[in-house]
């Protein structure tokens, strides 16, 4: 379950945040996720990568609205080859970004599989982008069934390419996004109802103010 730490001015190293949220990679092994996740944290590109490089999580600092986010991103660090990643991973997650690799159509032919894990072990379910990877490479995958796909799991669609840095930094500002409306959605709706709760307190002992 979703926690309500993310929301709230929070000190990490000196610095305030207004919004701390958790973003996962997952999909799997060898489509691409610490190279992209690299790429977006340090802006460069790195193909000599380890998989273990992508342990422990990779933050961000982001600004929205006048608003400071740290995003902590979690790769899963080979542990996808295994097909079965625990449920810590998952835990208080608030978005995640489902990579295939568009020339490999085993990749492809496994959403559904890292879907429907994601779907059992995190609840509620977070909000997802489905990223296709290595869009510069010859594809065996094309965009036409990745969209239809998307559309039939009701999540946007987005492909990038770390190495060329095509739309990584647009990826992650999607997820983002996505999460800071739910959360501000959820934040007016504890603001109704705590609003709504002191009404029926106040009528109870007969006051009017």
Not at 36 to 55: A, C, I, T, Y
Not at 128 to 133: K, P
Not at 147 to 166: D, H, I, Q, R, T
């Amino acid at each position: 379950m979703q926690t309500s730490a993310c929301r709230g001015t929070r000190s990490v190293c000196g610095q305030t945040f207004d919004y701390t949220i958790k973003i996962i990679l997952t999909g799997d092994v060898r489509v691409g996720k610490t190279t992209f996740l690299h790429r977006f944290v340090s802006g460069e590109f790195n193909s000599h990568l380890k998989q273990s490089d992508g342990m422990g999580p990779r933050t961000k600092v982001l600004e929205r609205d006048g608003k400071k986010i740290l995003t902590r991103i979690w790769d899963t660090a080979g542990q996808e080859r295994f097909r079965s990643l625990t449920t810590s991973h998952y835990r208080d997650v608030h978005g995640c970004l489902l990579l295939y690799d568009v020339t490999n159509e085993q990749s492809f032919d496994h959403v559904l599989y890292w879907y429907n894990d994601l779907q059992d072990k995190s609840e509620p379910l977070p909000k997802i982008i489905l990223v296709g990877t290595k869009c510069h490479m010859y594809r065996v995958v094309s965009r036409d069934r990745a969209e239809k796909l998307a559309e039939n799991l009701e999540v946007p669609y987005m492909e990038v390419s770390a190495e060329l840095g095509l739309n990584v930094e647009e990826a992650f500002e999607n997820i983002t996004e996505q999460i800071l409306e739910t959360l501000k959605q959820k934040s007016a709706s504890i603001t109704l109802t705590n609003t709504a709760a002191v009404r029926e307190e106040k009528w109870k002992c007969g006051c009017s103010c």
